[in-house]
T-cell receptor, first 112, second 114 residues
């Protein structure tokens, strides 16, 4: 079993829809949770990060972490064609040296 | 403020050759990590450098080695290239000294092994 599980998609939605992206994980030591956006053949771009459980909002993006269920989500409101990309969830344990463990990424397409 | 920069952007090599990839971290960052991302996969951790020493290593053979310089820049070296080494190689920087665990990535170097 992988430490981080993520549905690779693809996920196609119409412009303006609310998008829900999710990951589950098995390592209870993970404390930092990130979402990266990666356009084709480019490096990952940090979108949001959350420490421990809770919600965080930034514009059209909301990240949620439920440590009791080992489940994290990213919501995108009013999705735009420019949001079409692969979304990677990522996690780190706290303290010490920081190895990031990534999900496989979900490919999202927002159709005009 | 320059972000993480990597060079070259694209490289073509043949099997058995050796390659060196370079990374300059974001200003203020002291830690550099390297990842390999195969097509359609998430990035896989190769190793991490802090204070010019390798601190953590993922499940990669000794053909993969690295170096960090006093100015925090880093190199990834791969010897005896295999076809399966073709991938996007990503460098990420963070600040261990400031306990900032979030890593910022460069645009990557795309390595093609023929």
């Amino acid at each position: 079993q992988k430490e981080v599980e993520q549905d690779p998609g693809p996920l196609s939605v119409p412009e303006g829809a609310i998008v829900s992206l999710n990951c589950t994980y098995s390592n209870s030591a993970f404390q930092y949770f990130m979402w990266y956006r990666q356009y084709s053949r480019k490096g990952p771009e940090l979108l949001m990060y959350t420490y421990s459980s809770g919600n965080k909002e930034d514009g059209r993006f909301t990240a949620q972490v439920d440590k009791s269920s080992k489940y994290i989500s990213l919501f995108i409101r009013d999705s735009q064609p420019s949001d079409s990309a692969t979304y990677l969830c990522a996690m780190i344990t706290s303290g010490g040296y920081q190895k990031v463990t990534f999900g496989i990424g979900t490919k999202l397409q927002v159709i005009p | 403020d320059a972000g993480v920069t990597q060079s070259p952007t694209h490289l073509i090599k043949t099997r058995g050759q050796q390659v060196t990839l370079r990374c300059s971290p974001k200003s203020g960052h002291d830690t550099v990590s390297w990842y390999q991302q195969a097509l359609g996969q998430g990035p896989q951790f190769i190793f991490q450098y802090y204070e010019e020493e390798e601190r953590q290593r993922g499940n990669f053979p000794d053909r993969f080695s690295g170096h960090q310089y006093p100015n925090y820049s880093s190199e990834l070296n791969v010897n005896a290239l295999l076809l399966g080494d073709s991938a996007l190689y990503l460098c990420a920087s963070s600040s261990l000294q400031l306990a900032k665990n979030i890593q910022y990535f460069g645009a990557g170097t795309r390595l093609s092994v023929l």
